[in-house]
């Protein structure tokens, strides 16, 4: 497998090549010359040897697809083989694939962002309220920490929220347009959670709210009632509410939009946050469904794209991981630079579960699995 990177000097010629996890393995870079080439040989300590030819071509860069054959394990040696010269057009659509499936990633990870801040601040309010059950002393300064921790981990959630959506716009916007039919779908999907859901108008302004006006949660209540008294003793239910004043966000902030001020100045008891959680985690889990539908479309051409490319180096070397390798060399010829750039292939797998051949990689280094493509 071929997991780390590291750089080092050729006769002066710095370069960066990518080595094999045994610490004297050797890498062999083959058939990546030139018409102006230079021979390299260098030991790099006990990380083992490096053995190839570097092309000097004066203020050039050189994009190739590239296939890293399975190390010999006789000798240790990992061999990079060139198979074709990419063009500048290849190169761009490449590159462009590439940007568009680390986008869906992105906005995948900041989905899971907020999922995460949400589980960590309705794990605080269910902590909370154990204790309190099993002992229900509350001093004043626990209650203090209570109420800083509670608004510490939901600005987390309220800025992952927003972040989320706000990155998702400006992704779609970029990628499809500000016309087009997809954007707009996700535009129809906010707008219809704003309209209708009022945990989650709500979460949208109070973030606004918290940035620049005070704390979202100002009181926190602990109650214990009694639910029944038999001959073991009473038993209790334990409740918990993290409230705002009404009043007082009407008064301290103006930006609650016409819809939001109209539910505020109807409400004739404080507002529990806790209450609010399920509905608006089920409008975002909503809007999340809409914005990966559209750019699962958008992106699965991309990944055949990839797929492509993947597919000149397989049928030149069957059992070899295909990668992009970039090979440029300095104006006046005195040093060249080698890195290697792997495929997508957790992104394409999940864009194309029916391509068996990306499923012979395995995800933590992108190596090939040599034994289940026998």
Known sequence: MIRSSSEGDVRGLPFTVTRSARSRSTIQLNSLTTNNEQSATTGLGDNGWIHGILPIVSGHMDE????????????????????????DSE?????????????????????????????IFRGLAQNTLGQFAANQKMSGTRMNRIITMANCYLLNVLTSFRTYLDHSETMLK?????????????????????????????????????????????????????????????KTAETMQMYLSPKTLLTDFDGWGALLQKDLNSKSRNVNVLSLLK????????????????????????????????????????????????????RDRSSARFSLQWFPVPEMR?????????????????????????
């Open 91 to 119: 190169t761009a659509a490449i590159a462009k694939a590439r940007s568009s499936l680390n986008q869906l990633v992105a906005t995948e990870r900041l989905f899971n962002i907020y999922n995460e801040n949400m589980r």
């Open 279 to 330: 509905d608006c985690e089920r409008a975002m889990l909503r809007i999340h469904r809409t914005q990966r539908r559209i750019m699962t479309a958008f992106c699965r051409p991309e990944a055949r794209l990839l797929r492509s490319f993947m597919e000149r180096v397989r049928k030149a070397r069957p059992m070899a991981v295909p990668c992009v390798g970039t090979i440029s060399g300095s």
């Open 64 to 87: 190739r697809l590239l296939a890293i054959e399975p190390e010999d394990p006789r000798t240790g040696i990992i061999t990079i083989a060139g198979v074709q010269t990419l063009t």
């Open 174 to 234: 970029r990628a499809l347009g500000a016309h087009s039919a997809e954007y707009l779908q996700f535009k129809a999907a906010t707008s219809h959670e704003y309209d209708a859901r009022f945990a989650y108008r709500f979460f949208y302004r109070l973030r606004n709210y918290s940035q620049h006006c005070g704390m979202p949660i100002s009181h926190i209540q602990l109650e214990s009632h009694v639910v029944s008294d038999g001959p073991d003793g009473a």
């Open 350 to 374: 999940a864009l194309l579960p029916n391509d068996r051949y990306l499923h012979l990689f395995v995800d933590e280094s992108n190596g090939f699995d040599t034994e289940s493509s026998k």
